[in-house]
Nanobody
Framework: QVQVVESGGGLVQAGGSLRLSCAASGIAFRFYDMGWYRQAPGKQRELVAI???????NYVDSVKGRFTISRDNAKNTVTLQMNSLKPEDTAVYYCNAKLYTTDVWGKGTLVTVSS
């Protein structure tokens, strides 16, 4: 079964840290670009960070210097380390695996940052 499953969300105070994890199964993980997206209430889903199959990472400007994406091809996992969290980071965070026309989404994990 092809799926990605997120974990690690929760409630944290502003300035704190959280680590999100995404476990993939049913895909040749090492070939996929892996991304983290988020959707805040009333807003469109946006790309937060992406790491290519080759290991290159890119971030939306609002999280640069605070978030770090990494992948472990041996464990079929991708993580998002989130530091210096702000209330505006509050959202449902989704993991995505993409290769050509194959696009796999997780169900999301809620991150709430209190002020």
């Amino acid at each position: 079964q092809v799926q990605v499953v997120e974990s690690g969300g929760g409630l944290v105070q502003a300035g704190g840290s959280l680590r999100l994890s995404c476990a993939a199964s049913g895909i040749a993980f090492r070939f996929y670009d892996m991304g983290w997206y988020r959707q805040a209430p009333g807003k469109q889903r946006e790309l937060v960070a992406i790491i290519t199959s080759g290991g290159s990472a890119n971030y939306v400007d609002s999280v640069k210097g605070r978030f770090t994406i990494s992948r472990d091809n041996a464990k079929n996992t991708v993580t998002l380390q989130m530091n210096s969290l702000k209330p505006e980071d509050t959202a449902v965070y989704y993991c995505n695996a993409k290769l050509y026309t194959t696009d796999v989404w997780g169900k999301g994990t809620l991150v709430t940052v209190s002020s």
